[in-house]
């Protein structure tokens, strides 16, 4: 609470389904039982929710991948939207979303503004399906120097980690303990999300920044291969 408190514009993007502790993920232990938010979150998340400064976003619904679950130890199982092995259809992202979507306006009572691809990873029905849902903003990894621009009806955020540059900082949130001061810092110097305003990038750019995220994911799993 001490960030709500700097009365300064910061945004949320919770995991969907970890509202939801009955759900199959902890029985089957795809996430351990008590990975789910607490009461007291909960409870945190709902006043935060009625703080004007205060955005809501959403990643995905369960932010994991069936399929590639089954063989987590080859490959990374945390992304939801898009994946390198299997193509999601619009139809299978808006079931989705959507779902997840509905979960965080019956838990928190608001409608998040900006959707997270779980581990920045996406394709075209991504921005698609957020685009229909009604999303404003819609995040990106920032991986070569590129700022906000627009993608029809969305303002896309190139986010960035701490200590890299860029208009957007995010940070999952059990990795600011240690450097909770600087993420308090730079709330501090923050404005809201709706005085963004895009710049006209151009199309290459826009694939190469596509391209960096996708050699990215591919070289993480190649790394689990094990060597000869």
Known sequence: MRIAELGKPFSISPVPVLFLPKHDVFRTGIYPSDFAYSKEIVNTLKKLARNKNVFFGQQGFSHYCTECFKEKEKKDPWHENMCLYEAKSIDKQIELISKGKKVIEDVLGVSP?????????????????????????????????ISPYRKG???????????????????HYDETENEFEKYLEIVKQSNSLYTIIPTKQ????????????????????????PAD
């Open 153 to 171: 009806n969305l303002i896309v955020l190139p986010e960035s980690k701490l200590g890299e540059t860029g208009e957007v900082v995010y940070a």
């Open 113 to 145: 503004i900006l959707y997270v691809p779980p581990n920045h990873q996406y394709d075209k029905n991504s921005v698609i399906v957020a685009q229909k849902l009604g999303f404003d903003f819609f995040a990106v990894r920032r991986l070569i120097e």
């Open 202 to 225: 151009s199309q290459s750019k826009m694939q190469e920044n596509y391209k960096q995220m996708l050699f990215v994911k591919k070289r993480r799993d190649t790394e689990k291969i």
